[in-house]
């Protein structure tokens, strides 16, 4: 195990050590005493020195211990390590591209999904203001998180982490899926997990932005105005690829499905008409980046020509969350090369956790 760190004095004086030692994101932290760590081990059969992945930049071992001393120090409860360690084996994924989210001067953000049993079991939100305050589990899991990212990971702002501004949920993003209120199969479900297995799953988002459509009743008026508020050229995904999470509303969802649309079948009318005409773009942003980063997607130098929101309708990622009222949100991603790990909650043979709060170890 690794040594104790002692530091005398008052309450304030270890949360200034911590600070001073760039160990917080900024606010006050939860000391990770041995008591405390400790319980949080108890919600896992791992061993305490194992490795659940290397996060990049650093590349360095999250080991159980440590994971859960920041989860300790974000303000989770004991038993929310196993989903925090679940997301941290989606960071080591080798196809999640930590490392560009790392140190990139872009403001994107981790955001952290949780599907299945697991969700209600613990109290995570996927209902009214899932993106917002007030919830522990989305609050503290989501900045776990990202504590791990910094504190493992190496991901510290302004020398590894070199966001020009950076977004709110940097210090921590997680939100559950409102699977009782969604019309379609959850977003794991979709990958191929049934759905009392629990997973956690990561999506890059560079930044939330408010969809109103509080007027329309079938699926082609919600999804006009979504391709509207989403086909402009200052996207994310329009410059660089890749594709943006939709957050539908339960309000959007069940009217989009009441008018038979799937999923896949929102996918394909937004791939086709959320584009922006060629002459929309500045010279040197189409030349520079658009014919550049997306060449694929640049059939036509034809002024009327458009670039499509996403790479393939495939790369539009789709979730159900909030509660009542008519807003969604669109969440552009990181751009290309940004796949999304869904990680089931196991023990250490690989069985499905059924219940985090039956089992200890």
């Not at 196809?95 to 599907?115: C, H, R, S, W």
């Not at 329009?238 to 069940?254: K, N």
Request: proline share 8%; with cysteine; hydrophobic share 40%.
């Amino acid at each position: 195990m690794p040594e104790l760190l002692t530091v005398s004095g008052e309450l304030a004086d270890l949360q200034d050590h911590y600070e001073e030692q760039g160990w917080t994101d900024g606010l006050p932290i939860v000391p990770p005493t041995e008591r405390a760590v400790a319980a949080a081990l108890e919600y896992t059969d791992l061993d305490p020195g194992e490795s659940v992945g290397k996060i990049p930049a650093t590349r360095a071992d999250a080991t159980v211990h440590n994971v859960a001393v920041n989860a300790v120090m974000a303000g989770c409860r004991p038993e929310y390590l196993p989903v925090v360690l679940a997301a941290v084996r989606g960071l080591a994924h080798p196809d999640f591209n930590t490392y560009g989210i790392q140190a990139t001067t872009n403001p994107v953000a981790v955001m952290v999904l949780v599907n299945g049993p697991i969700a209600d079991e613990l109290g995570f939100n996927g209902k009214g203001n899932c993106l917002g305050q007030g919830f522990r589990a989305n609050a503290t899991v989501g900045r776990a998180v990202r504590l791990c990212m910094m504190n493992i990971g190496g991901g510290a702002p302004q020398t590894m982490d070199k966001a020009t501004q950076g977004q709110p949920g940097k210090y921590g993003m997680c939100i559950a899926e409102n699977e009782a209120e969604s019309p379609w199969e959850p977003f794991h479900v979709e990958r191929g997990y049934d759905r009392e297995t629990s997973t956690v799953s990561l999506i890059s988002v560079t930044g939330t932005q408010n969809v109103l459509d509080l007027a329309s009743r079938g699926a082609k008026g919600i999804l006009r105005t979504f391709c509207s508020a989403a086909a402009t050229v200052g996207h994310q995904n329009v410059q660089l690829g890749g594709g943006p999470l939709i957050v539908f509303c339960p309000e959007h969802a069940q009217i989009l499905a009441a008018d038979g649309f799937t999923k896949d079948d929102v996918r394909e009318f937004l791939y086709e008409h959320a584009r922006v005409r060629v002459a929309d773009f500045p010279p040197e942003t189409l030349n520079g980046m658009v014919r550049h980063r997306r060449p694929k997607r640049y059939t036509s130098d034809h002024p009327d020509s458009g670039i499509p929101l996403a790479d393939s309708p495939a790369e539009i990622q789709i979730v159900v969350a909030g509660g009542a009222g008519p807003h969604s949100v669109i969440s552009p991603s990181f751009g290309e090369a940004t796949m999304v790990p869904v990680t089931p909650i196991t023990l250490a043979d690989g069985t499905p956790v059924k219940s985090v709060l039956e089992y200890r170890h």
